[in-house]
Nanobody, 119 residues
Framework: QVQLVESGGGLVQPGGSLRLSCAAS????????MAWYRQAPGKMRELVAD???????GVSDSVKGRFTISRDNAKNTLYLQMNSLKPEDTAVYYC?????????????WGQGTQVTVSS
């Protein structure tokens, strides 16, 4: 029903910036919430930031003040602006979408994009 394609990952020096993009296609009108997660090697996947269909946003304490989540509805694209990057931000970042059709909720995931912060 929903396809998510991510881009924007790469290698950045500490203190640098990156902007991740997630292009959504399919049953776009059914999406109720979108989010960014990340997972470092040997660690559990954690929520980074999310945004609801109404525009409400939330950011985890570990990235608050540095990361910003936003959405361009006209382009069906989700963004994560990452500033003041630290080595501990190194992880695979995943885009997700929650859809609600009738009484059924479903989660969709992108393929993930690698972000490496190193000097």
């Amino acid at each position: 029903q929903v396809q998510l394609v991510e881009s924007g990952g790469g290698l950045v020096q500490p203190g640098g910036s990156l902007r991740l993009s997630c292009a959504a296609s399919g049953s776009i009108f059914s999406i109720q919430r979108m989010a960014w997660y990340r997972q470092a090697p040997g660690k559990m996947r954690e929520l980074v930031a999310d945004i609801t269909s109404g525009g409400s946003t939330g950011v985890s304490d570990s990235v608050k003040g540095r990361f910003t989540i936003s959405r361009d509805n006209a382009k069906n694209t989700l963004y994560l602006q990452m500033n003041s990057l630290k080595p501990e931000d190194t992880a695979v970042y995943y885009c997700s979408a929650l859809t609600l059709v009738r009484a059924t909720a479903k989660d969709y995931w992108g393929q993930g994009t690698q972000v490496t912060v190193s000097s």
